[in-house]
């Protein structure tokens, strides 16, 4: 992919000197900060927290529907110990609206 690209933008880039329109570049590198900094800190998501660790317990997020008009929070009914795959199916499979596991 990255050739590719490289590929594309080479002819763009033939007729200019090096550095030049430096500015142009700040644009994607503020979008990707401020991609960083909402992801990150913000909402979680660019973590190691485990995203399905309280839909298998139960537990609710502390910041669970704040802002948001989502539904309740049930716990699914897995276990938390045993066959992480299947555990792991179930989980999958409950959120596809179907039984989930493995057979």
């Known amino acids: 992919l990255m050739s590719m690209v490289s590929l594309t933008v080479a002819p763009l880039l033939k007729d200019h000197k090096d550095y030049d329109h430096w500015e142009y570049g700040l644009i994607p590198t503020a979008i990707f900060v401020v991609l960083t900094l909402i992801l990150g800190p913000m909402m979680n998501i660019l973590t190691w927290d485990d995203p399905l660790a309280n839909m298998v317990s139960g537990d609710a997020p502390e910041d ?8 309740s929070y049930e ?11 299947n555990t792991v199916c179930k989980v999958i499979g409950r959120l596809l609206g179907g039984g989930g596991g493995v057979h």
């Open 64 to 71: 669970m529907g704040k802002g948001s008009s989502s539904r």
């Open 75 to 85: 716990p699914l009914g897995l276990p938390t110990t045993g066959n992480r795959r």
